[in-house]
């Protein structure tokens, strides 16, 4: 199963890599125009999600080498200098804090990652 959600927010599809170019169970950044994009292949689900790159909480690049798993059944990946963590679906802070960051939708087609601007 593939994580694909499309909002009417969603502007179009744009290529991120070719699916071997993600590690299983982690994430990798893209650059898509002049966003950093973290793009996370969870391998075990066989689900895929896409954030911002920037961490909220100290604004560095580093969300793509997050720490991922799932609370309560929520996708997440933790900043890995702080271990702020956040929602793969909904971008939400799920430590409580008020920071929070963008998502993004992603699809997998004949090898290649999409995301969804």
């Known amino acids: 199963m593939v994580t694909e959600f499309e909002t009417p927010e969603t502007l179009s599809w744009h290529v991120a890599a070719p699916v071997s170019a993600f590690p299983t169970d982690g994430g990798a950044c893209v650059k898509i125009g002049e966003r950093q994009i973290a793009v996370f292949n969870f391998s075990h689900t066989g689900e895929w999600y896409a ?14 080498r997050g720490l991922t798993g799932d609370q309560n059944g929520e996708p997440k990946v933790a900043c890995p200098y702080h271990k702020k963590t956040f929602s793969l679906c909904t971008g939400e802070n ?24």
Do not use: F
Not at 51 to 64: A, D, G
């Open 94 to 117: 799920l430590n409580g804090d008020d920071y929070r960051i963008e998502t993004y939708p992603v699809r997998v087609e004949a090898g290649m990652v999409y995301v969804g601007l």
């Open 51 to 64: 954030c911002q790159n920037m961490c909220p909480h100290k604004m560095q690049m580093i969300l793509s």
